[in-house]
Protein backbone atom coordinates (compact mmCIF):
# COMPACT_ATOMS: atom_id res chain seq x y z
CA UNK A 1 0.00 0.00 0.00
CA UNK A 2 1.40 3.43 -1.04
CA UNK A 3 0.07 6.82 -0.11
CA UNK A 4 1.20 10.25 -0.65
CA UNK A 5 1.14 13.10 1.55
CA UNK A 6 2.45 16.51 2.34
CA UNK A 7 4.14 17.93 5.30
CA UNK A 8 4.19 22.01 5.74
CA UNK A 9 7.37 22.49 7.99
CA UNK A 10 5.93 25.93 8.94
CA UNK A 11 9.70 27.66 10.46
CA UNK A 12 10.67 30.84 11.88
CA UNK A 13 12.21 32.00 8.83
CA UNK A 14 10.36 30.31 6.14
CA UNK A 15 8.03 27.42 4.99
CA UNK A 16 9.51 23.72 3.61
CA UNK A 17 6.27 21.99 1.76
CA UNK A 18 7.46 17.96 1.40
CA UNK A 19 5.56 15.46 -0.83
CA UNK A 20 6.40 11.70 0.84
CA UNK A 21 5.58 8.75 -0.62
CA UNK A 22 4.28 6.38 2.57
CA UNK A 23 4.62 2.62 2.19
CA UNK A 24 6.78 0.34 4.28
CA UNK A 25 9.20 3.91 4.74
CA UNK A 26 8.80 7.33 4.31
CA UNK A 27 10.53 8.71 1.12
CA UNK A 28 10.69 12.38 -0.07
CA UNK A 29 9.38 12.78 -3.56
CA UNK A 30 9.43 16.48 -4.15
CA UNK A 31 9.77 19.42 -1.43
CA UNK A 32 9.94 23.29 -2.32
CA UNK A 33 10.67 26.34 0.15
CA UNK A 34 10.33 30.31 0.33
CA UNK A 35 11.10 32.47 3.30
CA UNK A 36 9.50 35.06 5.18
CA UNK A 37 9.56 37.91 7.57
CA UNK A 38 10.09 38.19 11.14
CA UNK A 39 9.52 41.57 12.28
CA UNK A 40 11.63 42.78 14.99
CA UNK A 41 10.36 45.90 16.64
CA UNK A 42 12.74 48.30 18.88
CA UNK A 43 10.64 47.55 21.92
CA UNK A 44 11.61 43.83 22.08
CA UNK A 45 8.69 42.85 20.05
CA UNK A 46 8.97 40.22 17.60
CA UNK A 47 6.25 39.32 15.16
CA UNK A 48 4.97 37.56 11.62
CA UNK A 49 2.48 38.49 9.14
CA UNK A 50 0.06 35.15 8.92
CA UNK A 51 -0.89 36.21 5.40
CA UNK A 52 2.63 35.87 4.84
CA UNK A 53 2.50 32.33 5.88
CA UNK A 54 -0.17 31.34 3.78
CA UNK A 55 1.18 33.05 0.92
CA UNK A 56 3.97 30.88 1.40
CA UNK A 57 2.80 27.90 1.33
CA UNK A 58 -0.04 28.18 -1.47
CA UNK A 59 3.31 29.16 -3.65
CA UNK A 60 5.43 26.26 -2.48
CA UNK A 61 2.27 23.67 -2.35
CA UNK A 62 2.01 24.67 -6.07
CA UNK A 63 5.60 24.03 -6.83
CA UNK A 64 5.95 20.74 -5.52
CA UNK A 65 3.98 19.27 -8.16
CA UNK A 66 5.78 21.01 -10.46
CA UNK A 67 8.81 18.71 -9.77
CA UNK A 68 6.98 15.06 -9.86
CA UNK A 69 4.52 12.94 -11.85
CA UNK A 70 2.58 12.88 -8.20
CA UNK A 71 -1.32 14.78 -9.00
CA UNK A 72 -3.17 16.72 -6.25
CA UNK A 73 -6.13 14.24 -6.35
CA UNK A 74 -3.44 11.67 -5.39
CA UNK A 75 -3.02 13.41 -2.16
CA UNK A 76 -4.45 11.54 0.53
CA UNK A 77 -3.24 14.48 3.85
CA UNK A 78 -1.73 17.33 5.00
CA UNK A 79 -0.21 18.32 8.18
CA UNK A 80 2.26 20.14 9.65
CA UNK A 81 5.61 20.67 11.85
CA UNK A 82 5.56 23.96 13.19
CA UNK A 83 7.24 26.11 15.39
CA UNK A 84 5.63 27.11 18.96
CA UNK A 85 5.07 29.46 21.65
CA UNK A 86 3.73 31.95 19.13
CA UNK A 87 0.16 33.82 19.77
CA UNK A 88 -2.43 34.67 16.66
CA UNK A 89 -5.42 36.04 18.55
CA UNK A 90 -8.40 35.74 15.88
CA UNK A 91 -11.76 36.91 15.47
CA UNK A 92 -15.06 34.39 14.77
CA UNK A 93 -14.08 34.91 10.71
CA UNK A 94 -10.58 33.24 11.75
CA UNK A 95 -8.89 36.73 10.91
CA UNK A 96 -6.12 37.75 13.19
CA UNK A 97 -6.74 41.09 15.17
CA UNK A 98 -2.81 41.48 15.35
CA UNK A 99 0.02 40.67 13.79
CA UNK A 100 1.22 37.18 15.11
CA UNK A 101 3.39 37.01 18.31
CA UNK A 102 6.13 35.02 17.18
CA UNK A 103 8.08 32.78 20.41
CA UNK A 104 11.05 35.48 20.54
CA UNK A 105 8.62 38.19 21.93
CA UNK A 106 9.98 39.98 24.89
CA UNK A 107 8.34 43.17 25.16
CA UNK A 108 5.48 42.00 27.81
CA UNK A 109 8.50 42.69 30.58
CA UNK A 110 5.10 45.00 32.83
CA UNK A 111 2.93 42.43 31.82
CA UNK A 112 4.79 39.36 33.35
CA UNK A 113 5.86 41.62 36.41
CA UNK A 114 2.53 42.54 37.64
CA UNK A 115 1.32 39.26 36.84
CA UNK A 116 3.85 36.62 38.21
CA UNK A 117 6.73 38.30 39.22
CA UNK A 118 5.73 39.99 42.84
CA UNK A 119 4.77 39.46 45.86
CA UNK A 120 7.01 35.87 47.74
CA UNK A 121 8.67 34.49 45.16
CA UNK A 122 10.35 31.22 44.12
CA UNK A 123 12.38 31.34 40.89
CA UNK A 124 11.06 34.69 40.16
CA UNK A 125 7.64 33.27 39.93
CA UNK A 126 4.64 34.42 43.06
CA UNK A 127 4.60 31.32 45.12
CA UNK A 128 0.71 31.41 44.81
CA UNK A 129 0.99 30.86 41.29
CA UNK A 130 3.59 28.92 40.67
CA UNK A 131 3.00 26.37 42.97
CA UNK A 132 -0.66 25.30 41.68
CA UNK A 133 0.66 26.06 37.96
CA UNK A 134 3.55 23.25 38.31
CA UNK A 135 1.20 20.58 39.78
CA UNK A 136 -1.32 21.10 37.34
CA UNK A 137 0.66 22.49 33.86
CA UNK A 138 4.09 20.71 34.68
CA UNK A 139 5.67 24.26 34.12
CA UNK A 140 4.85 27.98 35.17
CA UNK A 141 4.40 31.11 32.86
CA UNK A 142 7.73 32.78 34.15
CA UNK A 143 8.90 34.22 31.07
CA UNK A 144 8.77 37.35 29.47
CA UNK A 145 8.18 35.14 26.28
CA UNK A 146 5.41 32.95 26.97
CA UNK A 147 2.31 33.69 25.20
CA UNK A 148 0.09 34.17 28.29
CA UNK A 149 2.17 37.54 28.33
CA UNK A 150 1.57 38.67 25.37
CA UNK A 151 -2.44 37.48 25.83
CA UNK A 152 -2.47 40.14 28.52
CA UNK A 153 -0.06 42.42 26.57
CA UNK A 154 -2.85 42.79 24.03
CA UNK A 155 -5.34 43.47 26.85
CA UNK A 156 -3.83 46.02 28.07
CA UNK A 157 -2.55 47.76 24.78
CA UNK A 158 -4.85 47.42 22.61
CA UNK A 159 -8.20 46.95 24.00
CA UNK A 160 -10.37 47.45 20.92
CA UNK A 161 -8.55 44.81 19.32
CA UNK A 162 -9.01 42.57 22.58
CA UNK A 163 -12.53 42.89 22.36
CA UNK A 164 -12.58 40.78 18.92
CA UNK A 165 -10.93 38.24 20.01
CA UNK A 166 -12.63 35.07 19.62
CA UNK A 167 -10.09 32.65 19.97
CA UNK A 168 -6.30 31.73 20.45
CA UNK A 169 -4.51 29.79 18.32
CA UNK A 170 -0.81 29.22 17.70
CA UNK A 171 1.03 29.10 14.25
CA UNK A 172 -0.02 25.99 12.42
CA UNK A 173 -3.40 26.42 14.54
CA UNK A 174 -3.74 29.10 12.40
CA UNK A 175 -3.26 27.08 9.31
CA UNK A 176 -5.79 24.43 10.43
CA UNK A 177 -8.55 27.20 10.98
CA UNK A 178 -7.48 28.39 7.25
CA UNK A 179 -7.84 25.40 5.63
CA UNK A 180 -10.87 24.06 7.20
CA UNK A 181 -12.84 26.50 9.36
CA UNK A 182 -12.21 24.92 12.33
CA UNK A 183 -10.34 26.00 15.54
CA UNK A 184 -8.64 23.47 17.39
CA UNK A 185 -5.55 22.80 19.50
CA UNK A 186 -3.31 19.85 19.57
CA UNK A 187 -2.30 19.27 23.07
CA UNK A 188 1.27 19.78 22.63
CA UNK A 189 0.52 23.17 21.16
CA UNK A 190 -2.43 23.42 23.96
CA UNK A 191 0.73 22.51 26.82
CA UNK A 192 2.84 25.25 25.14
CA UNK A 193 -0.13 28.08 26.84
CA UNK A 194 1.20 26.63 29.65
CA UNK A 195 -3.13 26.54 31.20
CA UNK A 196 -3.10 22.73 29.94
CA UNK A 197 -3.63 20.25 32.71
CA UNK A 198 -0.97 17.63 32.12
CA UNK A 199 -2.59 15.20 34.93
CA UNK A 200 -3.79 11.91 34.52
CA UNK A 201 -7.28 11.54 33.69
CA UNK A 202 -7.81 15.40 33.49
CA UNK A 203 -5.73 15.98 30.23
CA UNK A 204 -7.80 19.54 29.58
CA UNK A 205 -7.74 23.57 29.74
CA UNK A 206 -6.92 24.10 33.50
CA UNK A 207 -9.83 26.63 34.61
CA UNK A 208 -7.62 27.01 37.59
CA UNK A 209 -4.93 28.10 35.99
CA UNK A 210 -6.72 30.30 33.57
CA UNK A 211 -8.57 32.19 36.62
CA UNK A 212 -5.00 32.48 37.84
CA UNK A 213 -3.82 34.05 34.65
CA UNK A 214 -6.87 36.01 34.06
CA UNK A 215 -7.21 34.04 30.51
CA UNK A 216 -10.96 33.85 29.56
CA UNK A 217 -11.51 30.06 28.64
CA UNK A 218 -13.51 30.97 26.03
CA UNK A 219 -10.91 32.08 23.90
CA UNK A 220 -8.99 28.62 24.20
CA UNK A 221 -9.72 26.13 21.32
CA UNK A 222 -10.68 22.63 21.06
CA UNK A 223 -7.99 20.49 22.04
CA UNK A 224 -7.21 17.10 19.64
CA UNK A 225 -4.31 14.52 19.09
CA UNK A 226 -1.64 15.08 17.12
CA UNK A 227 -2.52 12.18 14.26
CA UNK A 228 -6.83 13.79 14.43
CA UNK A 229 -7.98 14.36 11.15
CA UNK A 230 -9.52 17.62 12.19
CA UNK A 231 -11.27 17.74 8.57
CA UNK A 232 -11.03 17.90 4.92
CA UNK A 233 -10.07 21.37 2.92
CA UNK A 234 -12.99 23.92 2.20
CA UNK A 235 -13.53 24.48 -1.33
CA UNK A 236 -11.49 28.09 -1.09
CA UNK A 237 -8.57 26.88 0.56
CA UNK A 238 -8.23 24.07 -2.06
CA UNK A 239 -8.42 26.21 -4.61
CA UNK A 240 -5.82 28.73 -3.28
CA UNK A 241 -3.23 25.73 -2.44
CA UNK A 242 -3.49 23.87 -5.48
CA UNK A 243 -5.29 20.39 -3.73
CA UNK A 244 -8.21 18.64 -3.68
CA UNK A 245 -11.34 19.95 -2.30
CA UNK A 246 -12.27 17.39 1.59
CA UNK A 247 -8.04 16.44 1.93
CA UNK A 248 -7.83 15.34 5.09
CA UNK A 249 -6.12 17.59 7.28
CA UNK A 250 -4.38 16.41 10.15
CA UNK A 251 -3.17 18.28 13.51
CA UNK A 252 0.39 17.54 13.11
CA UNK A 253 2.28 18.94 15.91
CA UNK A 254 4.82 21.46 17.55
CA UNK A 255 8.64 21.79 16.11
CA UNK A 256 9.73 20.52 19.54
CA UNK A 257 7.22 17.50 19.58
CA UNK A 258 7.94 16.51 15.61
CA UNK A 259 11.85 16.68 15.23
CA UNK A 260 12.25 14.22 17.54
CA UNK A 261 10.38 11.66 15.82
CA UNK A 262 11.68 12.86 12.86
CA UNK A 263 14.65 12.29 13.83
CA UNK A 264 14.06 8.41 15.26
CA UNK A 265 14.75 9.69 18.82
CA UNK A 266 11.75 8.32 20.41
CA UNK A 267 12.66 5.83 22.99
CA UNK A 268 12.21 6.42 26.35
CA UNK A 269 15.44 8.19 27.46
CA UNK A 270 17.04 8.83 24.21
CA UNK A 271 18.32 12.38 23.92
CA UNK A 272 18.49 14.75 20.54
CA UNK A 273 20.50 17.92 19.42
CA UNK A 274 18.23 20.81 17.29
CA UNK A 275 20.48 23.33 15.36
CA UNK A 276 18.03 25.15 12.71
CA UNK A 277 17.06 29.07 13.40
CA UNK A 278 16.93 27.89 16.98
CA UNK A 279 18.45 24.97 18.85
CA UNK A 280 17.91 22.58 21.99
CA UNK A 281 18.38 19.68 23.95
CA UNK A 282 15.16 17.40 24.46
CA UNK A 283 15.28 13.50 26.28
CA UNK A 284 11.77 11.35 25.90
CA UNK A 285 10.66 10.88 29.51
CA UNK A 286 7.64 9.33 31.04
CA UNK A 287 6.54 11.77 33.54
CA UNK A 288 6.53 15.56 34.38
CA UNK A 289 10.31 16.56 35.40
CA UNK A 290 10.64 20.49 36.05
CA UNK A 291 13.55 22.35 36.58
CA UNK A 292 11.96 25.86 37.47
CA UNK A 293 15.66 27.50 38.02
CA UNK A 294 16.49 26.36 34.90
CA UNK A 295 13.93 26.86 33.00
CA UNK A 296 13.49 23.28 31.55
CA UNK A 297 10.42 21.50 31.76
CA UNK A 298 9.11 18.37 30.25
CA UNK A 299 6.76 19.03 27.29
CA UNK A 300 3.35 17.35 26.35
CA UNK A 301 4.93 15.54 22.95
CA UNK A 302 3.25 13.97 20.36
CA UNK A 303 4.08 10.59 21.80
CA UNK A 304 0.76 9.49 24.41
CA UNK A 305 2.14 9.26 27.81
CA UNK A 306 5.77 10.53 27.00
CA UNK A 307 7.04 14.19 27.35
CA UNK A 308 10.12 15.34 25.94
CA UNK A 309 12.42 17.25 28.67
CA UNK A 310 13.47 20.12 26.68
CA UNK A 311 15.98 22.92 27.12
CA UNK A 312 15.75 25.59 24.35
CA UNK A 313 18.41 28.09 22.87
CA UNK A 314 16.55 30.87 20.73
CA UNK A 315 19.31 31.77 18.52
CA UNK A 316 20.99 28.60 17.39
CA UNK A 317 20.83 28.50 13.81
CA UNK A 318 20.37 32.22 13.36
CA UNK A 319 23.91 32.95 14.80
CA UNK A 320 24.68 31.56 11.37
CA UNK A 321 23.01 33.74 9.64
CA UNK A 322 24.17 36.61 11.23
CA UNK A 323 27.77 35.44 10.48
CA UNK A 324 26.34 35.23 6.57
CA UNK A 325 25.06 38.39 6.79
CA UNK A 326 27.97 40.13 8.93
CA UNK A 327 31.56 38.57 8.95
CA UNK A 328 31.06 36.12 5.57
CA UNK A 329 29.67 39.00 3.03
CA UNK A 330 32.03 41.78 3.57
CA UNK A 331 35.40 40.66 3.05
CA UNK A 332 35.92 36.86 2.40
CA UNK A 333 32.53 36.80 0.13
CA UNK A 334 30.96 34.08 0.06
CA UNK A 335 31.18 31.96 -3.23
CA UNK A 336 31.68 28.44 -4.09
CA UNK A 337 31.94 27.47 -6.99
CA UNK A 338 30.91 30.52 -8.71
CA UNK A 339 27.31 29.87 -6.92
CA UNK A 340 25.94 33.03 -4.33
CA UNK A 341 25.40 31.02 -1.52
CA UNK A 342 23.00 33.70 0.65
CA UNK A 343 20.04 33.84 -1.78
CA UNK A 344 18.14 31.65 -0.33
CA UNK A 345 17.24 30.24 3.40
CA UNK A 346 17.29 26.62 1.81
CA UNK A 347 21.02 27.11 0.46
CA UNK A 348 22.04 28.74 3.79
CA UNK A 349 22.16 25.18 5.31
CA UNK A 350 23.85 23.48 2.63
CA UNK A 351 26.68 25.59 0.38
CA UNK A 352 26.94 27.68 2.70
CA UNK A 353 27.83 25.07 5.34
CA UNK A 354 30.00 23.20 2.44
CA UNK A 355 31.94 26.53 2.70
CA UNK A 356 32.04 26.95 6.21
CA UNK A 357 33.20 23.57 7.18
CA UNK A 358 35.77 23.74 4.48
CA UNK A 359 37.09 27.44 5.83
CA UNK A 360 36.67 26.48 9.13
CA UNK A 361 38.18 22.89 9.34
CA UNK A 362 41.48 24.52 9.61
CA UNK A 363 41.33 26.22 12.64
CA UNK A 364 42.44 24.44 15.63
CA UNK A 365 39.56 23.57 18.18
CA UNK A 366 39.25 26.21 20.46
CA UNK A 367 39.31 28.98 17.82
CA UNK A 368 42.98 30.40 19.33
CA UNK A 369 40.93 30.93 22.37
CA UNK A 370 38.26 32.79 21.16
CA UNK A 371 34.51 32.28 22.51
CA UNK A 372 31.31 33.39 21.31
CA UNK A 373 28.32 34.03 23.26
CA UNK A 374 24.77 32.88 21.20
CA UNK A 375 22.36 34.89 23.10
CA UNK A 376 21.66 37.40 20.33
CA UNK A 377 17.75 37.94 21.59
CA UNK A 378 18.45 36.99 24.85
CA UNK A 379 18.59 33.57 26.69
CA UNK A 380 16.06 31.66 28.13
CA UNK A 381 17.23 28.37 29.54
CA UNK A 382 19.44 27.84 31.79
CA UNK A 383 19.39 31.20 32.90
CA UNK A 384 16.34 33.33 32.04
CA UNK A 385 17.50 37.00 30.33
CA UNK A 386 16.62 39.08 27.82
CA UNK A 387 18.78 41.58 28.30
CA UNK A 388 22.18 38.63 27.58
CA UNK A 389 23.97 39.31 24.46
CA UNK A 390 26.43 37.77 22.07
CA UNK A 391 29.93 38.93 22.43
CA UNK A 392 33.23 37.54 21.04
CA UNK A 393 35.44 37.07 24.07
CA UNK A 394 39.46 37.11 24.27
CA UNK A 395 40.05 38.43 20.78
CA UNK A 396 44.24 39.37 19.86
CA UNK A 397 46.05 40.66 17.49
CA UNK A 398 46.31 37.35 16.04
CA UNK A 399 42.50 36.63 15.66
CA UNK A 400 41.24 36.52 11.98
CA UNK A 401 37.82 36.22 10.50
CA UNK A 402 37.78 32.28 10.44
CA UNK A 403 38.27 32.26 14.18
CA UNK A 404 35.47 34.33 14.60
CA UNK A 405 33.65 31.56 12.62
CA UNK A 406 34.54 29.04 14.04
CA UNK A 407 33.99 30.65 17.49
CA UNK A 408 30.59 30.93 16.49
CA UNK A 409 29.82 27.51 15.70
CA UNK A 410 31.45 26.36 18.80
CA UNK A 411 29.58 28.63 21.12
CA UNK A 412 26.50 27.16 20.19
CA UNK A 413 27.63 23.75 21.09
CA UNK A 414 28.99 24.63 24.13
CA UNK A 415 25.51 25.74 24.96
CA UNK A 416 24.13 22.67 23.97
CA UNK A 417 26.93 21.08 26.37
CA UNK A 418 25.16 23.01 28.99
CA UNK A 419 21.88 21.91 28.51
CA UNK A 420 23.44 18.42 28.49
CA UNK A 421 24.71 18.87 31.96
CA UNK A 422 21.64 21.00 33.23
CA UNK A 423 19.02 17.80 32.39
CA UNK A 424 21.45 15.26 33.81
CA UNK A 425 20.90 16.94 36.97
CA UNK A 426 17.41 15.83 36.86
CA UNK A 427 17.44 12.43 34.36
CA UNK A 428 19.88 10.39 32.43
CA UNK A 429 20.61 11.46 28.79
CA UNK A 430 21.72 9.69 26.55
CA UNK A 431 25.16 9.03 26.14
CA UNK A 432 24.77 8.81 21.94
CA UNK A 433 22.13 11.54 20.66
CA UNK A 434 20.95 11.94 16.99
CA UNK A 435 21.69 15.41 15.45
CA UNK A 436 19.27 16.98 13.22
CA UNK A 437 18.65 20.58 11.58
CA UNK A 438 20.43 22.37 9.20
CA UNK A 439 23.52 22.37 11.65
CA UNK A 440 23.70 18.28 11.13
CA UNK A 441 24.46 18.60 7.44
CA UNK A 442 28.11 19.98 8.09
CA UNK A 443 30.62 17.20 9.18
CA UNK A 444 32.63 19.37 11.07
CA UNK A 445 29.90 20.89 12.97
CA UNK A 446 29.42 17.12 14.16
CA UNK A 447 32.36 16.34 15.03
CA UNK A 448 32.92 19.85 17.00
CA UNK A 449 29.60 18.57 18.98
CA UNK A 450 31.21 15.35 19.87
CA UNK A 451 34.20 16.97 20.94
CA UNK A 452 32.27 19.77 23.16
CA UNK A 453 29.68 17.05 24.89
CA UNK A 454 31.83 14.17 24.76
CA UNK A 455 29.38 12.12 23.60
CA UNK A 456 28.98 9.91 20.52
CA UNK A 457 26.63 11.84 17.09
CA UNK A 458 24.88 10.19 14.90
CA UNK A 459 22.94 12.02 12.22
CA UNK A 460 20.70 10.97 9.96
CA UNK A 461 19.83 11.84 6.06
CA UNK A 462 18.19 15.07 5.14
CA UNK A 463 18.99 16.18 8.32
CA UNK A 464 17.22 19.79 7.84
CA UNK A 465 13.77 17.85 6.94
CA UNK A 466 12.91 16.16 9.82
CA UNK A 467 10.17 17.95 10.98
CA UNK A 468 8.39 17.14 8.00
CA UNK A 469 9.18 13.97 8.70
CA UNK A 470 8.04 13.55 11.78
CA UNK A 471 4.56 14.94 10.31
CA UNK A 472 4.58 12.26 8.18
CA UNK A 473 4.97 9.85 10.52
CA UNK A 474 2.04 11.13 12.54
CA UNK A 475 -0.18 11.49 9.53
CA UNK A 476 1.04 7.54 8.69
CA UNK A 477 -0.45 6.51 11.99
CA UNK A 478 -3.78 8.82 11.36
CA UNK A 479 -4.56 7.14 8.22
CA UNK A 480 -3.80 3.64 9.63
CA UNK A 481 -0.53 2.38 7.77
CA UNK A 482 1.62 2.75 11.12
CA UNK A 483 0.62 1.56 14.75
CA UNK A 484 2.01 3.90 16.44
CA UNK A 485 4.88 6.86 16.78
CA UNK A 486 6.87 4.35 18.68
CA UNK A 487 7.46 2.36 15.18
CA UNK A 488 9.73 5.44 13.81
CA UNK A 489 13.55 4.72 14.86
CA UNK A 490 12.98 1.45 12.66
CA UNK A 491 12.24 4.03 9.87
CA UNK A 492 14.63 6.56 10.33
CA UNK A 493 18.41 4.76 10.85
CA UNK A 494 21.47 6.80 11.43
CA UNK A 495 24.06 7.41 8.60
CA UNK A 496 27.11 8.76 10.40
CA UNK A 497 28.82 8.42 13.48
CA UNK A 498 31.24 11.14 15.22
CA UNK A 499 33.12 10.10 18.54
CA UNK A 500 34.64 12.16 20.35
CA UNK A 501 38.14 13.60 19.94
CA UNK A 502 40.17 13.59 23.73
CA UNK A 503 42.82 16.07 22.45
CA UNK A 504 40.15 18.77 21.29
CA UNK A 505 37.79 17.81 24.36
CA UNK A 506 40.52 18.74 26.51
CA UNK A 507 40.57 22.38 24.92
CA UNK A 508 36.67 22.24 24.69
CA UNK A 509 36.48 21.73 28.57
CA UNK A 510 38.95 24.65 29.09
CA UNK A 511 37.25 26.92 27.38
CA UNK A 512 33.40 25.89 28.12
CA UNK A 513 34.13 26.71 31.98
CA UNK A 514 35.39 30.84 30.66
CA UNK A 515 32.25 30.29 28.74
CA UNK A 516 29.84 29.42 31.40
CA UNK A 517 31.22 32.35 33.69
CA UNK A 518 30.99 34.85 31.41
CA UNK A 519 27.04 35.61 31.90
CA UNK A 520 27.67 35.71 35.94
CA UNK A 521 30.73 38.23 35.11
CA UNK A 522 28.54 40.07 32.63
CA UNK A 523 25.14 39.48 34.05
CA UNK A 524 24.77 43.52 35.64
CA UNK A 525 26.54 45.18 32.53
CA UNK A 526 24.00 43.54 30.27
CA UNK A 527 21.56 44.90 32.50
CA UNK A 528 22.91 48.21 32.48
CA UNK A 529 22.94 48.40 28.37
CA UNK A 530 19.95 46.62 27.78
CA UNK A 531 17.73 46.94 30.46
Known amino acids: MIKYVISYDIGTTGVKTCLFEISDKITLISAA ?12 GAEQEPDEWWAAICSTTKTVFGKCDI ?15 GLVLVDKEGKPVHRAFSYMDQRSKKQLKEGMANGIQIAGANITKLIPSLIITGAVSASVKDP ?18 YKWLDVKEYIISRMTGKFVMTRDSAFGTLLYDIRKGHECWSPTVCKLLNVNP ?10 ANVGGLTAQAAAELGLKEGTAVFGGGGDASLIGVGAGSVGLGETHIYNGTSGWVSTVVDKSV ?45 YL ?48 DPNARGMFFNMSLETGKTELIRSVIEGVCMHMRWFIETQD ?52 VGLGMIGDISEAKKLIPANKTFKPNKANKAVYDRNYEVYKNLYKTNKDSFKALNG
Open 71 to 85: KPEQIEGVSFCSQMQ
Open 33 to 44: MEGYNLYILPDG
Open 218 to 227: AHLAEIVDCD
Open 337 to 384: EKKDVSESPESLYTSLYDYLSKVISEIPAGSGGVIFTPWLHGNRCPFE
Open 425 to 476: KKIKTSETVRFVGGGALSDVTCQILADVTGRTVETVDSPQNVGAVGAAVVMA
Open 148 to 165: VWKYQWVRENEPENFKKV
Open 290 to 334: VDASAMIAAITGAQKNKFNYFAELETAGKCLEWVKDHLALDEIGI
